[in-house]
Structures are given as structure tokens and as C-alpha cells.
């Protein structure tokens, strides 16, 4: 189990730079459109500063932020974003995750196509960073035997 | 029974090897896939997605049913640890 560990240093350093990583993940996700990157590395990304937090600061006080049961519900809506955006394809006349066909009040198909991979994008980064600290939090609390999440 | 396990990986082994003789050589210019596959993302990508990055408009449009798959499998394989590693003791 990860006990809380008296450090100033690193809590302090950790508390700095979290939300750097956190923002740094969003740009990875967002800017897949332009530059190496996209969900998946993104996901991890966003995962690891939270697994961060955990070594930091121990797992008692981070099962206070987050639980498994939450985590779960994260997995399942980044994969429902994602087939939901394939789903709302089809409804609207075109196959399945055709991206042309979403209902966004853009000018031009092309735009509307990145628009959509956006979407699916942000739906893999949220599933991936979820199962990524579930199978963190999974392992780190095996031992204790329980979880109240 | 050992004996028979081993006949049938050797005799499975030996097909796919075969089998390999038959594809085209590394980075192929004459390959079915860089006569057609290829220059049709690389031309058209800009044109019908509006993404420069050829390498993102192929994984989530173009192959967008296989990268759902994708995450379907990190999702099962999620979902499959947390039911092994779990524990309601309380």
C-alpha cells in the first residue's frame, strides 16, 4: 500500500507540477490534428499526473478525489463518446462513424470531418485515462484488501 | 500428446513461413498498398479532412472502426483487471 510520506519537497513540487502536466496532456489531445499526439498519448499523459498525485500524496487522501466506481463511469462515457459519434452518423443518413455527416453548423465538410475526430479523440483520451489510474488504484490496492470506492 | 502439440506448431509454423515468401518486400513502391492505399491518403487527406496530420486522419477517420476497436480492447482489459483485482471485504 502507498502511505502517505511526509515530504514537503515533494508534495510541494507535485502540487506545482501537476497542473502543467494536466494542461500538457489537453494540448497533446488537442493539437493531434496538427503535431505527433492525439487520445491515446494524451490519455496516458493525464492518467500519469494523476497516478502522480497518488505517490505523492498516498492513496487514503487520493481516494478522496477520485473513486474506482467513478473512474468506471469515465471509461465507459470516453468509449460511449466515441461510438456515440459513429451512432449519431448513422442516424443522420451516412455509415457508420462518417464524419461528414454530424449536425455541426460548420461551412464545409472537411472542417466538419475534424470536428469529428476531435470528438473521438477526447472520447479515447477520457477512456484511456480512466482504465490507466482504475489499473493504478487496482494493483496499489491489492493488498489492503478493500476498496471503498 | 507433447509430441503431437509440437508436430502441429512446427507444420503451423512452416505455412506461415511459406506464406511470408509471398509478401511484398519492405517499403515495396510496386506493393498493391503504396500503388493505391498510400497516395490516396497522402493527396487526399488535407482535401477531405482538413487535418495535416496524415497519421491522425488515417487512425480516427479512415480507420476510425479500427481504432474503436482499439479502445474497446484498453476498456475490456481495463474492466478485466479491476474484476481480478478487486476485493468488496468490507
Same mark, same amino acid.
Given at each position: ?7 514537503? /519537497? ?15 496532456? /489537453?494540448?497533446?489531445? +488537442? ?11 494524451? %490519455? ?6 494523476? !497516478? ?26 470516453? *468509449?460511449?463518446?466515441?461510438?456515440? /459519434? ?5 442516424? +443522420?443518413?451516412?455509415?457508420? *462513424? ?5 449536425? *455541426? ?6 472542417? /466538419?470531418?475534424?470536428? %469529428? !475526430? ?10 484511456? +485515462? ?6 493504478? *488504484? ?6 489492503? %484488501? %478493500?476498496?471503498?470506492? | ?12 509454423? $512452416? ?9 511484398? $518486400?519492405? $517499403?515495396? #513502391? ?19 479532412? &482538413?487535418? #495535416? &496530420? ?11 472502426? &479500427? ?24
Amino acid at each position: 500500500m502507498i502511505v502517505q510520506y511526509e515530504n514537503v /519537497i515533494i508534495k510541494t513540487i507535485c502540487r506545482l507540477l501537476i497542473p502543467f502536466i494536466q494542461l500538457f496532456a /489537453i494540448y497533446v489531445i +488537442m493539437h493531434g490534428h496538427y503535431s505527433p499526439g492525439g487520445g491515446f498519448q494524451g %490519455g496516458v499523459i493525464l492518467g500519469a499526473s494523476f !497516478i502522480l498525485l497518488v505517490i505523492a500524496y498516498g492513496l487514503e487522501e487520493s481516494r478522496r478525489r477520485m473513486s474506482l466506481k467513478a473512474l468506471t463511469i469515465y471509461a465507459s462515457v470516453g *468509449l460511449f463518446i466515441y461510438s456515440g /459519434i459513429g451512432a449519431v452518423c448513422l442516424l +443522420m443518413g451516412g455509415n457508420y *462513424l462518417d464524419y461528414g455527416r454530424l449536425p *455541426l453548423p460548420l461551412s464545409s465538410i472537411p472542417t /466538419i470531418r475534424a470536428m %469529428g !475526430i476531435l470528438g473521438i479523440e477526447i472520447g479515447v483520451g477520457i477512456g484511456v +485515462m480512466a482504465i490507466m489510474i482504475c489499473i493504478f *488504484l487496482g494493483i496499489a490496492s491489492y493488498e489492503t %484488501g %478493500g476498496e471503498n470506492g | 500428446m507433447k509430441i503431437f502439440a509440437f508436430f502441429v506448431a512446427l507444420l503451423t509454423g $512452416g505455412v506461415l513461413i511459406y506464406g511470408v515468401e509471398d509478401m511484398p $518486400g519492405w $517499403g515495396d #513502391p510496386n506493393s498493391a498498398p503504396s500503388l493505391h492505399v498510400s497516395p490516396r491518403y497522402i493527396e487526399k487527406t488535407i482535401e477531405e479532412t &482538413d487535418t #495535416p &496530420d496524415m497519421v491522425t486522419s488515417v487512425l480516427a477517420d479512415y480507420r476510425g472502426y &479500427d481504432t474503436l476497436g482499439e479502445t474497446t480492447v484498453i476498456f475490456t482489459a481495463g474492466v478485466a483487471c479491476l474484476l481480478l483485482l478487486r476485493r468488496d471485504n468490507q
